[in-house]
């Protein structure tokens, strides 16, 4: 009886949010000219509580509400969803849950842009090309109450990338973890995002897993500030002075938000994603392929003398574009353009000196007495 007498408090209700574009949305699932697009709220106070999907058909042979879950579901191992007589019971995406919360009623809501939502009860009503499908969790008078869903980010894959997908794998041990950096650009429809798969033992910390790919491609700098980390190079690649977002996952579809560099670990099978935009981190490239270009092959020079107490000269027989010196902790601490660079402001210790030309970049450590 209460779902009943709710169906009509459907019609009642209308509330809007910012606007997120058919542009935005990612991941389509289904075949045909025509498209629909999902956005599901879980409203559960994370920061990934609502997720837009692209739903794909043939508008000679339309599909209904239920038809749309299902198909997600088939094609999404991690989505999930119950229903009866005609009402929405339960949704799980990943590690938002519906199946564990106290109540077991979602809202219903429709949109002809994506931008002003009324409740409407879709899931026996054919889809209509272009039209904006909602589900939010809480149904009539319950707390939570139907609101509808609050802005979406696009939702992944969690088939767009796997282990299988590394060709070449950086480090040794037995455990495997993948690092992606997403440098929120995209060059020639090409999200600049890239992977990198690394093996070790026992655990692995954020910080020792981009020294890993530090020391085995002198084409990747990071810099650190304080437990934020805000730059980063990869081959012709800088992002500066912009605070990174880190996230955890297993696939691209369930990235977690992390707040500190400095404490975030890894184990087996879990993944590093570091984001200089606003999307999280996507469907990458191959970052080996990007650091092993020919380009960037590795320049060998001569730093001397080596321990020293302030200068040290660079012998090299190519002009010197860029000097940088950084600390084993991967910050860096000082720029240069010449062959001769004073480190007498520098403590005592080993630093790393990446020297960069026309022909590649070299690397050699350094120790300041």
């Given at each position: 009886m209460r779902k009943i007498t709710f169906f009509f408090f459907l019609l009642l209700s209308t509330?809007?949010?910012?606007?997120?574009?058919?542009?935005?949305v990612k991941y389509f699932?289904?075949?045909?000219?025509?498209?629909?697009?999902?956005?599901?709220?879980?409203?559960?106070?994370t920061d990934d509580r609502s997720y837009a999907w692209g739903i794909r058909f043939d508008e000679n042979q339309p599909i209904n509400g239920i038809e749309m879950l299902e198909l997600l579901a088939q094609e999404e191992p991690n989505f999930s969803f119950d229903q009866s007589g005609g009402?929405?019971?339960?949704?799980?995406?990943?590690?938002?849950d519906s199946y564990e919360m106290e109540i077991d009623y979602w809202s219903l809501w429709a949109s002809v842009d994506g931008t002003t939502w009324n409740m409407d009860g879709w899931m026996s009503t054919d889809l209509v090309d272009g039209k904006w499908y909602g589900a939010s969790y809480g149904f009539g008078m319950a707390i939570p109450g139907p609101t509808a869903p609050i802005t979406p980010i696009?939702?992944?894959?969690?088939?767009?990338?796997?282990?299988?997908?590394?060709?070449?794998?950086i480090g040794t041990g037995s455990n495997e973890s993948l690092v992606v950096i997403d440098l929120g650009t995209t060059t020639n429809d090409v999200a600049n995002s890239y992977v990198f798969g690394i093996k070790y033992n026992g655990t692995l910390t954020a910080q020792q897993a981009l020294n890993?790919?530090?020391?085995?491609?002198?084409?990747?700098?990071?810099?650190?500030?304080?437990?934020?980390?805000?730059a980063v190079t990869l081959a012709n690649h800088t992002i500066a002075n912009t605070p990174s977002?880190?996230?955890?996952?297993?696939?691209?579809?369930?990235w977690v938000t992390e707040g500190n560099f400095n404490s975030l670990t890894l184990s087996n099978n879990e993944w590093l994603g570091i984001s200089f935009g606003n999307r999280r981190p996507f469907t990458p490239q191959d970052g080996n392929t990007l650091l092993s270009n020919k380009h960037f092959q590795t320049v060998e020079f001569t730093a001397y003398p080596n321990p020293t107490s302030n200068l040290i000269t660079i012998a090299l027989n190519e002009e010197i574009k860029n000097v940088t010196v950084y600390n084993l902790m991967g910050?860096?601490?000082?720029?240069?353009?010449?062959?001769?660079?004073?480190?007498?402001?520098?403590?005592?210790?080993?630093?790393?000196?990446k020297v960069t030309t026309e022909k590649g970049i070299g690397t050699q450590k350094i120790i300041k007495k």
């Open positions: 509330l809007s949010f910012a606007q997120f574009t058919p542009n935005d699932v289904g075949t045909g000219s025509s498209t629909a697009y999902l956005v599901i709220d879980f409203k559960d106070d009402f929405l019971d339960q949704i799980a995406f990943n590690h938002h696009p939702a992944y894959s969690s088939q767009w990338l796997s282990h299988a997908d590394i060709t070449t794998w890993t790919i530090q020391t085995t491609f002198p084409a990747f700098t990071y810099n650190l500030n304080g437990n934020i980390l805000d977002t880190l996230y955890k996952g297993t696939n691209l579809s369930n910050a860096k601490v000082m720029n240069a353009s010449s062959n001769q660079i004073d480190l007498s402001h520098l403590s005592s210790g080993t630093y790393i000196m």
